[in-house]
């Protein structure tokens, strides 16, 4: 034993110690190399009294453990009382730590821990809160994750649903732009089939929630000309611009080269959203990207 003070006595040492695991809050108890008590602060009598009153009437640990079980759980069937009783007594003489329930409905965690002369102390740490909030974490998760199910779901039909007319959509533009058009008109059906396009890329996204969730999305770079797929968009947003009364522009530096590998479908995508945006937050004027 470490004395911490040259004032103290062994025995005034040891009593001062007795007493601070005697409040201590979590269970201590002192074995005798048969299991007798020789020492049980106040936590560790409330929460295994009929263990204790059963070493007391001269059981071993063992039975005494079986006693404990009986009585916390009076219809468990004896074949279930001894095994669970065994696996109390199994875990602990191999000093791992096991969760015990108390009479209060408490759990306590206690491990045995060899001292000298075969004897043993237990020490208890009450978990109780510690397992309320992980069964909240579960079931949070639970819901979470069904959820994150009904939200793919819904998203998936959704999805397929939309995909269906917007087929039919681009099919007859398709067969519009095969057929004898102006110039103007073949632009404005060019249109249609770019903005088709970006749609069903966007639909394709949100059948690959995987991408969604973890914030990648596929590149398909071409060789294309910058300056068409901001011409065709900003015909696009022309009309909205001009439902409030703005004008629109754009320009692309002319250091830019005009043939540029790039992704058409996310460039329109982002260039829509750059639009959209210039659009509305101009209230009068000219919105310029």
């Not at 006595?9 to 601070?20: M, R, T």
């Not at 947003?237 to 530096?253: F, M, N, Y």
Request: aromatic share 4%.
């Amino acid at each position: 034993m470490t004395r911490r003070s040259t004032d103290l006595s062994v025995a005034e040492l040891n009593a001062i110690i007795a007493e601070g695991a005697a409040e201590w809050p979590d269970g201590v108890t002192i074995h005798e190399a048969d299991y007798k008590v020789l020492f049980a602060n106040s936590r560790s009598e409330k929460d295994f009294a009929a263990t204790f009153e059963a070493l007391d009437r001269g059981q071993n640990f063992r039975d005494a453990t079986r006693t404990a079980v009986r009585s916390m759980f009076p219809d468990l069937s004896e074949e279930d009382c001894l095994a669970t009783a065994d696996r109390i007594s199994d875990t602990l003489d191999r000093g791992e730590a096991i969760e015990l329930l108390t009479p209060e409905g408490r759990v306590m965690q206690v491990m045995f821990r060899p001292l000298e002369g075969g004897r043993k102390v237990a020490v208890g740490a009450d978990v109780t809160e510690l397992r309320q909030h992980e069964k909240e974490l579960k079931a949070a998760r639970k819901a979470a994750e069904a959820a994150s199910k009904a939200k793919s779901t819904f998203l998936a039909n959704i999805s397929h649903e939309i995909r269906t007319p917007l087929n039919a959509m681009l099919g007859m533009a398709q067969i519009l732009g095969s057929a004898r058009l102006e110039e103007e008109q073949r632009e404005q059906v060019a249109a249609i089939l770019d903005s088709g396009q970006v749609l069903m890329a966007m639909l394709n996204d949100l059948l690959d929630l995987s991408k969604i969730e973890a914030g990648r999305f596929e590149i398909a770079p071409v060789e294309k000309d910058i300056n068409v797929v901001i011409h065709r968009m900003m015909r696009i947003w022309t009309p909205r611009a001009q439902e409030k009364g703005i004008s629109l522009a754009s320009s692309v530096d002319e250091n830019v080269p005009l043939r540029l590998m790039f992704d058409p479908i996310r460039i329109r995508q982002c260039v829509s959203n750059l639009l959209s945006n210039a659009i509305k937050f101009t209230e009068i004027g000219r919105a310029h990207v």
